[in-house]
């Protein structure tokens, strides 16, 4: 498979704080890639520069931000607007050909079309974050960043949502998304990258992690992850 | 940017409450400011005990000043309740019925007379330091006025007595004999006397006495014309150095308009773009969708536009109601639109730095109402240092310039409209440039 999205040597820094360093992969259609490392570790700032939220201090992204669906932690809606009216803003703002069109499709494809008419701000926290990804997809991206997209979410939201997500690989859809919820990455991932103080320490499927970490192929994937970071930085990552 | 613009009307429509609140709060505000301005201080309510003797007098020379046309100049003076004693005018004052209580004492006329001691009021009062700064301040005022009213009477009695010592005749007062000489004939008799006296010591005497009288007369005349000054030594001729007077009812106008322009401006200005950050949406707009100075100017331009039909609508409304000159409806149109310019300008700062909508709306508003309090503080209220602080302040912000530029576009007053119109034109390039850099961050 062809790679749809590549990062090269992307580096980012805070004044003296090296966020990001030298971090470079590649994405093919259709990947569902997990972003994991502990607090601070710059998955965040590695989907905002990929998402075009903020520049990179070096390096490059292969997509421009346009082409990149974005879905942040906090879902960002209008709450005094319909699902279907913030459908319709960002299709109108991503200048996408057939507004009308792309908006029934999101609808449909989460599954809210019955509540098209309800303002966001009176919808649950899943289907808030249902239409946060639905305005990343609006435009029909090659490529879908979501930054901690189950948080806040209860066990069946997040269910649904990974069954949205899924479907949307299937059709091509490359998905890069962060996580803290390490089991989530081992169930849904094909691949994992992990960060640790925004150094790119591995990439690679979940199995061939449990493996680097001395784990069963069937093992605990939280557990590896802890094990590798402590076999790799010692000094610096606590679990 | 169409889009976004109509995402915030439809936005703006849904908040009724806030809509509600931004177009009612600052006309009542400004209304308030407007009414405050306009209306001529009310004059105090005092009671008066006047406990001198019904009729009593005070002798001028041959003259005689009723005490009772001083009572009637403070009455003149003040919205006066009559009391009948001091133990009732006591209790008037401390129900707050009157402001303050002023007691003429029976023996007023005799100290007057005496020549040897001033006449003694008693000015009773109640209530908080800013009360008694303001019963200090009024009553003070009707005090000197009726004071200067009671001492032109009695320099109109001094200069009627001196007449008649130098013009003679029946000078009315008890027990002066009628038809006396006056000073002024005197030398004229006594130079017919001297023809027939032959040279001699009673001759020399009669001509020192002729001298004297002379003298007498014309110092005599002088000491009118300075009893005169002495009553009103100055006089006050006004001098307007620049523009056109402005009448104070037309000026309160000016004042409620640009309150309501600032206000609304500023608040849905400063609320407009800290919404984008406080719904997170501002990251996925400003990701290739919309420029940070699009998005700027769309809050800025919206927050203008809205004010401006306000603003616009006020003034032709209480144009009603006060007499404007409806010719200078284009450069009203143009004093309020560089005037919203500016004001959107300084709203987009604030929402792009206060980054949350309650903390925009706050500081906005926290920011708005000294600067208008600020803009209005006459010279002269304050010492000069503090003024020149004030002035340095209120440079900085548009509302003195807008302030002005309306002034000047209504009234026509100084100074001159094309002044402000820079002014405000170069704040709105430094404001947008401060907003631009506040939103450098999406986050």
């Given amino acids: 498979m062809s790679a749809v999205l590549s990062v090269s040597s992307l580096g980012k820094r805070y004044g003296d704080l090296q966020a990001l360093a030298d971090v470079g992969f590649e994405v093919c259609a259709g990947e569902l890639v997990a972003v994991v490392g502990p607090n601070g570790a710059g998955k965040t700032t590695l989907l905002s520069i990929i998402a075009g939220i903020q520049p990179p201090s070096s390096g490059s992204v292969s997509r421009s931000p346009r082409e990149v669906g974005w879905a942040p932690q906090q879902p960002a809606l209008y709450s005094k607007l319909s699902v279907a009216e913030n459908l319709e803003l960002f299709a109108h703002l991503e200048k996408v050909s057939d507004p009308r069109a792309a908006v029934a499709r999101m609808l449909d494809q989460t599954g809210l079309t019955a509540r098209a008419g309800e303002a966001v701000g009176r919808l649950s926290g899943g289907n808030r974050q249902r239409v946060n990804v639905a305005l990343g997809l609006i435009a029909d991206p090659p490529v879908l960043a979501l930054d901690e997209p189950s948080a806040s979410l209860d066990p069946g939201q997040r269910e649904r949502l990974w069954q949205f997500i899924a479907t949307l690989a299937r059709a091509g859809t490359a998905v890069l998304f962060s996580t803290h919820n390490v089991s989530e990455a081992q169930r849904h991932a094909d691949r994992v990258l992990v960060l640790a103080d925004g150094r790119l320490l591995f990439d690679g499927p979940p199995r061939s992690l449990l493996l680097e970490a001395g784990e069963d192929e069937r093992g605990d994937l939280e557990r590896a992850l802890v094990r590798f970071l402590a076999m790799r930085a010692p000094q610096d990552v606590s679990a | ?443």
């Fill in chain 2, 1 to 443: 940017m169409i889009w976004l613009l109509r995402k915030d009307l439809l936005i703006l429509r849904r908040s009724r409450l806030l809509v509600a609140l931004l177009v009612f709060y600052p006309i009542a505000i400004a209304l308030l400011i407007g009414f405050a301005i306009s209306r001529s201080p009310s004059r105090p309510r005092v009671a008066i005990v006047d406990e001198t003797p019904a009729g009593e007098t005070i002798q001028v020379g041959s003259q005689r000043v009723e005490v009772s046309q001083y009572a009637r100049q403070l009455f003149s003076q003040v919205q006066s309740v009559g009391v009948s004693s001091r133990a009732q005018a006591v209790e008037e004052v401390k129900s707050a019925d009157v402001l303050a209580a002023v007691v003429i004492p029976a023996d007023i006329a005799a100290r007057i007379s005496s020549g040897t001691a001033q006449g003694q009021l008693e000015v009773i009062y109640n209530g908080d330091a800013l009360e008694q700064s303001l019963v200090q301040s009024q009553i003070g005022s009707a005090l000197a006025q009726a004071n200067l009213g009671f001492s032109e009477q009695l320099q109109r009695a001094a200069a009627k007595a001196i007449d008649g010592l130098l013009r003679g005749g029946n000078l009315g007062s008890l027990g002066a004999p009628s038809d006396l000489i006056g000073l002024e004939q005197i030398p004229a008799v006594l130079q017919r006397v001297l023809a027939h006296v032959p040279a001699g010591s009673d001759r020399a005497a009669l001509e020192r006495v002729a001298s004297f009288a002379d003298f007498a007369a014309q110092n005599l005349s002088v000491s009118k014309k300075v009893l005169s000054t002495v009553g009103q030594p100055i006089r006050v001729h006004s001098t307007l150095l620049h523009g056109r007077r402005t009448p104070l009812n037309t000026f309160a106008v000016v004042v409620a308009v640009s309150v309501s322009l600032m206000f609304v401006c500023v608040l849905l200005a400063a609320g407009g773009v800290a919404l984008e950050r406080e719904e997170r949406a501002l990251g996925r707009l400003i990701r290739g969708l919309v420029s940070r100075e699009a998005l700027l100017v769309e809050k800025g331009m919206l927050a203008a536009g809205c004010s401006f039909v306000l603003a616009l609508a006020m003034l032709a409304g209480v144009g009603a109601f006060v007499s404007l000159d409806w010719s200078r409806a284009g450069l009203w149109v143009v004093a309020l639109a560089f005037g919203a310019l500016s004001f959107g300008a300084l709203g987009v700062a604030i929402g792009a730095l206060a980054r949350e909508v309650r903390a925009a709306s706050l500081l906005a508003f926290l920011m708005s109402l000294p600067l208008a309090f600020l803009a209005l503080v006459p010279s002269g209220s304050v010492s000069h240092g503090f003024y020149e602080v004030i002035g340095a302040v209120s440079f900085l912000f548009p509302f003195k310039a807008a302030l002005q530029a309306l002034d000047a576009a209504v009234n026509g007053a100084a100074p001159s409209i094309g002044g402000s119109l820079a002014h405000l034109a170069g704040l709105c390039v430094i404001f947008g440039a401060l907003a631009r850099f506040g939103l450098r961050r999406a986050d």
